[in-house]
T-cell receptor, first 113, second 111 residues
């Protein structure tokens, strides 16, 4: 069964550094998403992406964050000037369309030191 | 603001019994609902979804019930197995809006 894959599984970074989290969505999906889950808390929406542009973003997704689809398969989340509070699990998801199930990867655990 | 929440944070059931996990939502405009299962160290795994024009949908060993009158969603798992132990999230959205997740219920299956 096709699945969303994310790399790396764990990223440790010094505060103030930039990180890039990578995702390969399911190949025939058109909508892509990033979510965040702080330890023990619920999953929070960050951003959705369709047709090579951001379609919606949350208050969390400020100028520190950016997304890109650099080629036909990858979808990346860049976090600049990382802060301690950016430590969380970051999940990528994709769906065939709106109102369709979003399928999630297993996440990248980001630890900011 | 409007949000999705869960009545019970933890649920323990005997293996073989049926499990019922509940979820309340507050956005009356929500028209699509999903249940996800999250095992330790993994991402949310899609279980079943339901649209607002339905009140019941069945899958393999799972049933989702939607009561729009009281804005309540439930997930029923039949003959619960140890492999069902996980955190279960409900999520909802309205039209093209982002999915809003509930806080999660931890299901523990006692062998």
């Amino acid at each position: 069964e096709p699945e969303v894959t994310q790399t790396p599984s764990h990223q440790v970074t010094q505060m103030g550094q930039e990180v890039i989290l990578r995702c390969v969505p399911i190949s025939n999906h058109l909508y892509f998403y990033w979510y965040r889950q702080i330890l023990g808390q619920k999953v929070e929406f960050l951003v959705s992406f369709y047709n090579n542009e951001i379609s919606e973003k949350s208050e969390i997704f400020d100028d520190q964050f950016s997304v890109e689809r650099p080629d036909g398969s990858n979808f990346t989340l860049k976090i600049r000037s990382t802060k301690l509070e950016d430590s969380a699990m970051y999940f990528c998801a994709s769906s065939e369309g709106t109102g369709q199930p979003q399928h999630f990867g297993d996440g990248t655990r980001l630890s900011i030191l | 603001g409007e949000s999705v929440g869960l009545h019970l944070p933890t649920l323990s059931v005997q293996e073989g019994d049926n499990s019922i996990i509940n979820c309340a939502y507050s956005n009356s405009a929500s028209d699509y609902f999903i249940w996800y299962k999250q095992e330790s160290g993994k991402g949310p795994q899609f279980i079943i979804d339901i649209r607002s024009n339905m009140d019941k949908r069945q899958g393999q060993r799972v049933t989702v019930l939607l009561n729009k009158t009281v804005k309540h969603l439930s997930l029923q798992i039949a003959a619960t197995q140890p492999g069902d132990s996980a955190v279960y999230f409900c999520a909802e959205n309205a039209g093209n809006t982002p999915l809003v997740f509930g806080k999660g219920t931890r299901l523990s299956v006692i062998a």
